[in-house]
DNA sequence: CCTATTCCGTCGCAATTGCAACAGAAATTA
DNA sequence: TAATTTCTGTTGCAATTGCGACGGAATAGG
């Protein structure tokens, strides 16, 4: 049923049903679902689970000293959240995730990882588990090399680029409205959608709401 | 003799000399010395260890696809880089890693780690890798919040709080001159010295350098 | 089909920033 | 010590951005 979401995941990517069985309980996983707008996680709590996002959307924010909330990330279908809180313990977490959708999500327990199980399964996801932090990392180099520049329009060139590489191709669509992709650029909507504007005016893109061509 | 980087780093805090020297074999350890300005390793090629520096501090920069340097952090004594890249057997590494200074550093390699090897050392080893890169991760979170932010003003203000909060006191120095710290927050050079002046004559800092006094 | 709501682009203006040129301080080297 | 190089702060100006107000398009709900 789900099934496609827990396959795109790297924690269970390419197992076949016993094993997925299997991982599943080792990591206690239990489903659960939030109507659109819910709050999933309060920030200030401990995360003793993390979460992987079997359908909808769930946005991942940062409360910073002056309560301000930074958009960190944002979660789709197979997309995991709250890895290195949960996994280091950290009494209270600095996030808030919220559902920008319906969602049903599995939450997951490490535990069992930490532990010195030897059993093949347990093994092979700490091995992933491990992959999917370093994954994370990768991709948040991404983040950082986009917030990094110095306008919005290198900013924007950047992101498509990015997004161009994954997918293979220079059209595709990307899941952000216009708000939350300022956000994630770390800009100002308005000005964001000027410079969009700019752009295609400029012969460099086209596009039609969240989808997007590079003509270059 | 570097004992003290060594134990700062948390892949070895706390072992005794028995273990630490178990651990170091465990990751094929190997001292290698660079003078300052010396590239320490080239973006394009495969990262098969990951760097451990002993003395010194070396700098990580991201070469992205219009071939631009960002750079992505700085690493001093007891700090570790490339973790990610080498676990994930990136074949091409989009990374620069540069000697800011004369530096002493210890290449690591994971392979045993990835293994089923089920040494007590080992075990232990593959838990703090893996906590390493949680925290490596939330330590970005903390540069995308910085990054994120809108004005220079506030870029610093949340930058110096995090390093407040890191020393646990107020006043402070950083390991950055100006022009690294400019490009760590993602600004102008001179833009953030007329930043900091201002915030001087506002009564919210005092700075000499490199050290750093909030007052608010 | 109509209405309310959300989403998106445009525009003018003020504020912030990048940039270039420059000068003095500090550190390094001869 | 003198000379050279590096680092840091200042300033004027142009460019970019943030912000608020607005209107039209798209969407959702009845």
């Given at each position: 049923?789900m099934?496609?979401?827990?396959?795109?995941?790297?924690?269970?990517?390419?197992?076949?049903?016993?094993e997925c069985?299997?991982?599943?309980?080792a990591?206690s996983?239990?489903?659960?679902?939030?109507?659109?707008?819910?709050?999933?996680?309060?920030?200030?709590?401990?995360?003793?689970?993390?979460?992987?996002?079997?359908?909808?959307?769930?946005?991942?924010?940062?409360?910073?000293?002056?309560?301000?909330?930074?958009?960190?990330?944002?979660?789709?279908?197979g997309?995991?959240?709250?890895?290195?809180l949960?996994?280091?313990?950290?009494a209270?977490?600095?996030?808030?995730?919220?559902?920008?959708?319906?969602?049903?999500?599995?939450?997951?327990?490490?535990?069992?990882?930490?532990?010195?199980?030897?059993?093949?399964?347990?093994?092979?996801l700490?091995?992933?588990?491990?992959?999917?932090?370093?994954?994370?990392?990768?991709s948040?180099?991404?983040?950082?090399?986009?917030?990094?520049?110095?306008?919005?329009?290198?900013?924007?060139?950047?992101?498509?680029?990015?997004?161009?590489?994954?997918?293979?191709?220079?059209?595709?669509?990307?899941?952000?409205?216009?708000?939350?992709?300022?956000?994630?650029?770390?800009?100002?909507?308005?000005?964001?959608?000027?410079?969009?504007?700019?752009?295609?005016?400029?012969?460099?893109?086209?596009?039609?709401?969240?989808?997007?061509?590079i003509l270059?």
């Open positions: 049923m099934k496609g979401a827990i396959e795109k995941n790297p924690l269970f990517s390419g197992l076949d049903d016993n069985e299997d991982a599943l309980a990591l996983a239990i489903k659960q679902e939030y109507a659109k707008g819910a709050v999933i996680f309060h920030a200030g709590e401990r995360m003793y689970r993390f979460g992987l996002v079997l359908c909808g959307t769930v946005q991942v924010s940062f409360t910073d000293i002056d309560g301000n909330e930074i958009l960190m990330a944002s979660a789709d279908a997309d995991t959240f709250g890895e290195s949960c996994w280091l313990k950290v209270e977490a600095p996030v808030t995730v919220t559902a920008s959708t319906d969602v049903t999500l599995l939450w997951l327990t490490p535990e069992l990882l930490m532990s010195g199980d030897t059993r093949k399964i347990v093994q092979e700490r091995n992933r588990f491990l992959s999917m932090l370093a994954a994370k990392t990768l948040m180099n991404e983040r950082v090399q986009i917030l990094s520049k110095p306008t919005i329009r290198l900013k924007l060139i950047t992101f498509l680029s990015q997004y161009a590489n994954r997918y293979g191709s220079k059209t595709f669509s990307v899941p952000y409205d216009r708000e939350t992709l300022a956000r994630y650029l770390g800009v100002n909507r308005t000005a964001l959608s000027r410079e969009l504007s700019a752009m295609q005016a400029d012969g460099i893109i086209e596009f039609y709401k969240n989808s997007f061509k270059k």
